[in-house]
């Protein structure tokens, strides 16, 4: 068998976040850098914090209008129909 084939485990490596938190875990790099943890997720805080990457929070929330406002083209599609029925039912009536 190879010798050194496995890479160096770190039982102790050092885990610095974004938000000042450090923390110990095992790893094979002495110290990691992340940009959200268990102290800064909103999962965890309950609060609602958004994560920004490259704008993708605003193009979500771009998309959601969007949603709503063919929400409200649809409604107005029911309420055509609505009039048709309306018309068909009076036409009914008159004969």
């Known amino acids: 068998m190879k010798k050194d084939l496995h890479p160096t485990y770190f039982a102790e490596a050092k885990v610095v976040c ?8 095992g790893s094979t790099r002495e110290e990691l850098h ?3 943890c268990s102290a800064c997720h909103p999962f965890y805080t309950g609060k609602q ?12 929330q771009k998309r959601i209008q969007i949603a709503k406002a063919a929400s409200k083209v649809h ?21």
Not at 18 to 25: I, K, M, Q
């Open 49 to 60: 914090k958004l994560v920004d990457t490259a704008g993708r929070v605003e193009k979500f």
């Open 34 to 36: 992340v940009e959200i």
């Open 75 to 95: 409604s107005s599609k029911k309420h055509k129909f609505a009039k048709k029925a309306e018309k068909k039912a009076a036409k009914k009536v008159e004969k």
């Open 18 to 25: 974004a938000c000042g938190n450090t923390f110990a875990t």
